[in-house]
């Protein structure tokens, strides 16, 4: 099973940029779609971003479109996620994803495998 560990995130101010990675060890990396999700306090863990297993198909939460930006290297078992034009909003805990499911990658549920969740605070 794909064991994966999360770095990055942070502090920053409102408009400004952070960037995540997340290493894959363990599996085969291309097997599995990757995706990124964030959990407030006080709030279930909702979809950001996700990628499928070529990296040429990408999709995004409403709010992150055109701001965040998810990539991934099949040669270097790792995803990355790059957040610019940071908001308050963003303010959440995010967590990096592993699936073995061909559906959307949308719904938390579809993900088998987690990273162990990164802060990321935005001030105003």
């Known amino acids: 099973q794909v064991q994966l560990l999360e770095s990055g995130g942070g502090l920053a101010q409102a408009g400004g940029s952070l960037g995540f990675s997340c290493a894959a060890s363990?599996?085969?990396?291309?097997?599995?779609?990757m995706g990124w999700f964030r959990q407030a306090p006080g709030k279930v863990r909702e979809f950001v971003a996700t990628i499928n297993r070529s990296g040429d198909w990408t999709t995004y939460t409403d709010s992150v479109k055109g701001r965040f930006t998810i990539a991934r290297d099949n040669a270097k078992n790792t995803e990355s996620l790059q957040m610019d034009n940071l908001e308050p909003d963003d303010t959440a805990i995010y967590f990096c994803g592993a699936s073995t499911s061909y559906a959307s990658g949308s719904r938390a549920r579809q993900y088998d495998y987690w990273g162990q969740g990164t802060q990321v605070t935005v001030s105003s």
């Open positions: 363990r599996g085969t990396f291309r097997n599995y779609r």
